[in-house]
């Protein structure tokens, strides 16, 4: 890192975060914004598990992370109830199980 | 700050929230470590997590530079790993302080898990628990990136399953958004979307791609009504 990188991207990341709240402090969002916004987390979270789970810097990674996210996917569908410190928990000992047992 | 007790909630209980802490200074030690083995000293990584607050796009610019690529590359990978935060700013853009410059400070917590634990809320509890959680992930990601740099390098955050205490709460996160056929399919096309652009882009890149990919999906068979209803 240089402190001039830094700086730019801590500017412009800034500036992605503060636009929507800024630009929509006192107007309403348009219709087909707020449609969207709906949308946005049904889009956004699958996507975050993909890249959570699968994601290196080599591309896609079948590893212990995967065995994790299979069990907690099974965990949430069987309680069907809100469990996410249990499958945070769980997402961790499997995963730091796996890795103990077969490597990283 | 607020009471934990005063918000807890089945979407952001202690134990959730413990360990969703747990997991954010783990990675932050991670980051910090291995930013202070680079040469970077202390004080640098902490001011990157403190006004950045990006994890995966302060690794990726780091990494970048050290690859001996441009400072100008850097900050484009940066960039784009963060304008998911475009989105989400969006979404939680109904909840936060109307005061410009309280708007403005909360605009700067924004992030995955700020946003997508407090949208679990009842409408009118979203305002305290995301100003609540921001601030919790803030400060775990900085005073992790401190413990780490000051520690060293020897530190491995992933043997402690920390990545897959993320992932799982991203599955458990996504699965609760799911209300229908139509959200099904949605939610399908956003994973294997990001599935297929990580063969060929950075994750960070994959995730803004399927995100556009699954709106346009989601949009054209009306699954914004069928999370209206």
Sequence with gaps: ?104 | MANLADTATPANSRVSLTLLTGAVVLFGMAYGADSFAAGNGILMPVVASTFIVGGASQIATEAVLRGDGSPVTAVLIGLALNLRFVALGLIISPYLPTQPLKRLFASHLVSDHPVSFSMLETPERRKKSYLLIGLLMWGAWVGGTLIGAVAGSAFDASALGADGAIAAGFVALAVDQVVGRKSVITAIVAFATSMILMIWVESGIAVVGATVVAIVVGRAIGVHKELAR
């Design chain 1, 1 to 104: 890192m240089t402190w001039p990188v830094l700086i730019t991207l801590a500017i412009l990341t800034f500036a992605f975060k503060a636009a929507g709240p800024m630009i929509f402090a006192k107007r309403p969002m348009p219709a087909w914004l707020d449609d969207i916004v709906r949308i946005l987390p049904l889009a956004i979270y699958p996507a975050l598990v993909a890249s959570s789970v699968f994601g290196s810097p080599e591309g896609v990674t079948f590893d212990a992370r995967a065995i994790a996210a299979a069990a907690v996917l099974v965990l949430v569908i069987l309680v069907r109830k809100r469990v996410f410190g249990f499958a945070m928990l769980l997402g961790a000992v499997v995963t730091a199980g796996v890795r103990a047992l077969f490597g990283p």
